[in-house]
Structures are given as C-alpha cells and as structure tokens.
C-alpha cells in the first residue's frame, strides 16, 4: 500500500499537468473573445487542486503522517494511465488544434479518476467542508465546460458526456449537503 507521501506526491503532479495543459489551450486561444479566460478559469482550478494539496502535504508532514499507509489507493497502472493521457493532450494541444479537440481533450481529462483522486484525498485528509468546496467549484467548471461544448461543438455525443458528468458530481454534492 502505497504511503500518504506517495499518493499526495503522484496527484499533485498530475495537477500540475492538467493545468499546463490549460494554460496551453489558453495560449492557443488567446486571440477568440472569451475562450483564453475560459481555458486560464480551468488551469486555475487545476492549481487551486494542487495548492490544497500542497497545503495537506505541509500539514501532515508537520503532523508525522505522510509516510503512514494511504486512506487513499493508488495504482500504478492508473498513474501510467493519467499521464500517458496528459502527456498525449500535451502533444496534441498545438497551435491550429480546432477548438472542438481541445474541448474534447478537456472532456477526456476530467472524466478520468483524477478528480475523483483529489476529492477522496481531501475528504479523507481535510476538514468536510474543504471537500464540499472542492465538489462546488467542480461543478461549477464542469458547467463551464458543457456550456462552451454546446455553444462550440456540433457533436451532442461530446454535450451528453459532459453532462453526464456534471449531473454526476452534483449528485454528490447533493448528497454532501445533506449530511
């Protein structure tokens, strides 16, 4: 079982990832009205992600729990996976890529665990409202992304997916607000 360490360490850099990815898409954008800032409000959040956990690491650290066994697993294989992805979004993310790839790409990235990874550690390792903030601003950048999906996309395929997933997290969060 892989230690606190281990888990924060992996998360944060695949974080830093996402979020180089949108402030490239932001780059590449930058000259459409209102797409640079929808693409820096994504890499923000990305960052806000990588803060928190920042924060938690200096906590723990502090409180001698980083190298005590993960309340959160962690494979290998999901690691190789999630930065095979990124680094191949990377690659794609070049000047000239057609806005709907890159909303796609955006899509692919946050349907994976990441989020989920992010939200597990912090419910597991924060107080319960850091987690419930964590869900909000998901939702909320989710809403985001299925709103310029549906206003830059001709594939209602790509729309429903996202949808989906936003209806996903609120659900949780619902659920969360309740308790």
Partial sequence: ????????????????????????????????????????????????HVGALNLVTTVLDQESMLDKPSPISLEDAT???????????????????????????????????????????LKALQPPDEYERCLRLLVHDLGELSYMIERHSADPALLSRCDALVNRHAETLRHTAIR
């Fill in 79 to 121: 690691i190789v996976r999630l930065r095979a992805l990124l680094e191949k979004s990377q690659r794609d993310a070049t000047p000239g890529i057609k806005l709907e790839r890159a909303l796609e790409i955006a899509l692919d990235v946050e349907e994976t665990e990441l989020e989920d990874l992010v939200s597990d550690l």
């Fill in 1 to 48: 079982m892989p230690t606190t360490r281990e888990v924060l360490d992996a998360t944060i850099a695949l974080e830093k990832q996402s979020m180089a990815l949108y402030a490239r898409f932001a780059k590449i954008f930058a000259g459409e009205a209102g797409l640079q800032d929808f693409w820096f409000a994504m890499a923000r959040d990305e960052a806000r």
